[in-house]
């Protein structure tokens, strides 16, 4: 009876992969947008702010069922561990352990891939940047700086409210929101 227990628990788990490849492959659900949303929204988000692999995840449930499986098997093998007492206990910490392997695994991989090429904001006070069109007196125009050596352009204002003709060099000294504030240099 305890071998059908891990058996199952092996054959779901397995199941449950080459169902979700050959769905994902077929099928895709990468692709979805929220209508008027202009973006797309991440699955799956982790306890930090950014996307990632939650503990809870399908993904990780369905390792951890894998392996407690498994490991079932492979415990009832064995003479020392045959007993439902020896087996049972040894395959929840060796699957909670593959798991806890698996999902550190891809959080490294989720870290590395999603790290982004937007500047980072509050590092831009004090940058230098170029006027790319006129700031009007007490108006908005364009400026263009370039950080971690990639260019971005922004709405700026002069944060006197005096004009600055294109061309010239200024200071970042603030951002709020999407508006950056400038001095001319």
Known sequence: MDTAVYLICLGVGVLFTVISSVMGHTFGGHDGDVVGSGG???AGADSSDGPGVSALSPTIIATFITAFGGLGVIFKQIPATQSTLMSAPLS???AFLVA?????MLRALFKRTQSSSESKIATLAGMEATVLSNIPENGVGE?????AGSRYTAPAREETGRAVPTGRSVKITRVT???F?????
């Open 92 to 94: 929840v910490v060796g």
């Open 100 to 104: 806890s392997g698996i999902l550190t």
């Open 177 to 179: 929101g999407t508006q």
């Open 40 to 42: 797309h929204a991440e």
């Open 181 to 185: 504030f400038v001095r001319q240099l």
């Open 143 to 147: 400026i263009a700086y370039v950080q």
